[in-house]
């Protein structure tokens, strides 16, 4: 049984990407599992630090991209969606090349909150960082 709200796709979720920085940083979503979406990211220059490292800031806006959207999933999206109040990240291991794999699975969800465990691994399935993302959940504007 699927948490999320009507049918959800891949296609769907990368539309959603169209001109936003999840397009720049070429985010794709893969998977979308009964509990969980995953989505992943090539590490290329444009998301390296100057030293030659996947930069933190670019895991932490994998992380909010793919939790935001978790959220936007299980919303009536006519009427509401899910935006970040607070992220937190630890970067535990470095990645020079490659892509990045994000795994997003639901802590709680509430009515008017949802709180978020993402977890980045590298192409050796490595975790290299965890996130905890918390959304909240408010009336679209017109």
């Not at 936007?72 to 607070?86: D, H, I, K, Q, S």
Request: net charge neutral; with cysteine.
């Amino acid at each position: 049984m699927s948490i999320w709200n009507g049918e959800i796709t891949t296609i769907v979720l990368n539309d959603l990407n169209k001109n936003t920085l999840g397009e720049f940083f070429e985010i794709d979503f893969i998977e979308v599992g009964p509990d969980y979406l995953k989505a992943k990211m090539p590490v290329t220059n444009k998301v390296k630090q100057p030293f030659g490292l996947l930069h933190g800031g670019a895991s932490v806006a994998l992380a909010e991209t793919i939790g935001s959207v978790a959220s936007w999933c299980l919303v009536n999206r006519e009427l509401f969606m899910g935006v970040g109040v607070e992220i937190n990240a630890s970067h535990v291991k470095a990645v020079t090349s490659g892509s990045v794999t994000a795994i997003c699975s639901p802590i709680k969800i509430g009515g008017k909150t949802h709180i978020w465990e993402i977890k980045i691994y590298n192409d050796q399935n490595e975790l290299c960082c965890v996130s905890r993302f918390t959304a909240m959940v408010v009336p679209k504007t017109k």
